[in-house]
């Protein structure tokens, strides 16, 4: 079975610093990953997506992602942090299903911005 | 107007009570999901329904039914509710089931059981 482990819970990064998130799957097949944020009162919305057409996926607000075969790794990042992105963001893999395919999702990781 | 919304926002019941949650969309997928969200858990799978006639078991299905009452509308029955299922519960949709699509999710209903 496809999962995904996203490393810290908790990340804090002053306004203007760099932002990283990590995520790290487990796929027997080549996977199709997902970013995707909530913001505090909402659902999750996506941020962006790997489905093996390039390694290097922009997303929205500036955000973006890697896939990494070799280190089965696909860490978000922003250059620049800015206090609207305080938020959880959780890192998701596709796996078959009865059905058609289903999305599995990591345990999260919330964003601390500081001032 | 939102594409997936649901009722209600918020709810408070007791031990032992029957609760319905109700997911309604609008942007036409015949695709549709209801996850609970737990801190530190993430997102986990109730129940996933690919058309009308179709529903299927997720990862913890023990203690909720759903029915699929029409291809807009998707509700979650806790047929006699207790303390641990107390969690955040959101429905979301999706085009197909195909393994790049992306999901789109409600506002979500924060359910206490007491």
């Known amino acids: 079975a496809q999962s995904v482990t996203q490393l810290g819970s908790h990340v804090s990064v002053s306004e203007g610093a760099l932002v990283l998130l990590r995520c790290n799957y487990s796929?027997?097949?080549?996977?199709?990953l997902f970013w995707y944020v909530q913001y505090p009162n909402q659902g999750l919305q996506l941020l962006l997506k790997?489905?093996?057409?390039?390694?290097l996926v922009k997303g929205i607000n500036g955000f973006e992602a890697e896939f990494k075969k070799s280190e089965t790794s696909f860490h978000l990042t922003k250059p620049s942090a800015h206090m609207s992105d305080a938020a959880e963001y959780f890192c998701?893999?596709?796996?078959?299903?009865?059905?058609?395919?289903?999305?599995?999702f990591g345990a999260g990781t919330r964003l601390f911005v500081k001032a | 107007d939102a594409d997936v919304t649901q009722t209600p926002r918020n709810r408070i019941t007791k031990t032992g009570k029957r609760i319905m949650l109700e997911c309604s969309q609008t942007?036409?997928?015949?695709?549709m999901y209801w996850y609970r969200q737990d801190p530190g858990l993430g997102l986990r799978l109730i129940y996933y329904?690919?058309?009308?006639?179709?529903?299927n078991k997720g990862e913890i299905s023990d203690g909720y039914s759903v029915s699929r009452q029409a291809q807009a509308k998707f509700s979650l029955s806790l047929e006699s509710a207790i303390p641990n299922q107390t969690a955040l519960y959101f429905c979301?949709?999706?085009?197909?089931?195909?393994?790049?699509?992306?999901?789109?999710f409600g506002p979500g209903t924060r359910l206490t059981v007491l």
């Open positions: 329904s690919f058309d009308v006639k179709d529903i």
């Open positions: 790997y489905t093996s057409a390039a390694t």
């Open positions: 979301a949709t999706s085009e197909r089931a195909l393994p790049g699509d992306e999901q789109f």
């Open positions: 796929s027997s097949v080549p996977p199709y």
């Open positions: 998701a893999v596709s796996e078959s299903g009865t059905g058609g395919f289903k999305t599995i």
């Open positions: 942007k036409g997928h015949d695709r």
